[in-house]
């Protein structure tokens, strides 16, 4: 894992430098902002690396393939930002194949991988922490996206042993943790994630997925969790593309 180093200079109140789980209008629903608004907004939250992770294909009104295979012709810095170009691919079925072919992935400068409803169809925690493992296989994947979602059960153990012998970085996601949130029993599970990194020492990343400008780079709900549960900081991690 020699592109990942720990950060132990996170405070409460600020935007986190690094942020690679956001979305743009290309996602097709949650913002109007395009690439520009947000890494604008990154700028002004003296942020140093946006990382652009629009959903899949198989997500409803999102981009389509020819979207993702032309991020590479994009600007590497805007605004003073580093800008780093990715995708939220879905994960389809049991074998952990992804909506974003192996052609492509490979033009991207990096890949999070997540359960999605309706498009991937929840099996047991066992055929779910499969599903992630055999995702994991193609080396531009590096983020396994908001694994703390009991309507997706899986082995934190397995997920988290297999991660970090891959170098893929389970997330703690911050939109899970709102209270309004959608996904199921997200703080919970987040805490089952989190004490699995540290039995395995499994680096951690804190992520937005924001959707639009507003969130990014703020990991407040994220930071609460884990100075609630005493979650050392020397796992908290950043991965540099
Ligand atoms: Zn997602
Ligand atoms: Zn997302």
Redesign the pocket.
Known sequence: MDNITSTTNITEKSYQKIDL?THTCASGHGTKDSITDLAREAAKRSMEILGISD?GPA?AGSAGLSYFRSLFLCERSRFGVALRYGA?A?ILDAQGNLDIPDDILEKLDYC?I???RPIYVSGSAAENTKAYIRAMRHPKVKII??CDDSRFPVDYTELVRCALSLGVLPEL?NVSLLQNSYRVNCRENAILLLRACEVSSCPILLSS?SHGREHIGDMTEAKKLIEEIRFPKSLLSRLRL
């Open positions: 789980h959903h997500s939220e879905n999070i997540s359960m999605h996206g908001h996601n997925d």
